[in-house]
């Protein structure tokens, strides 16, 4: 990984967190939906984050490219 690639990265992760805990705290959707899709959200970003530290691929890079 370049270091704009792994700025990038640890910038979306950082979003991605943010998205999560804001979903986990202020979501008015039903408590199960609420906490799988935080959940998930927080865990992907915080995999990101830790793949730019380590310059590993992270878990969203490896399902390739998206239409």
Do not use: C, H
Not at 1 to 11: D, I, P, Q
Not at 29 to 54: E, K, T
């Amino acid at each position: 990984m370049t270091k704009g690639e792994r700025v990038f990265s640890a910038v979306f992760g950082l979003f991605l967190l943010g998205v999560g805990v804001y979903a986990l705290l202020f979501s008015d959707v039903p408590i199960l939906g609420r906490i799988a899709a935080g959940l998930a959200l927080a865990l992907f970003g915080g995999n990101m984050i830790y793949a730019a530290y380590q310059s590993k691929r992270s878990w969203l890079s490896r399902i390739g490219p998206l239409p």
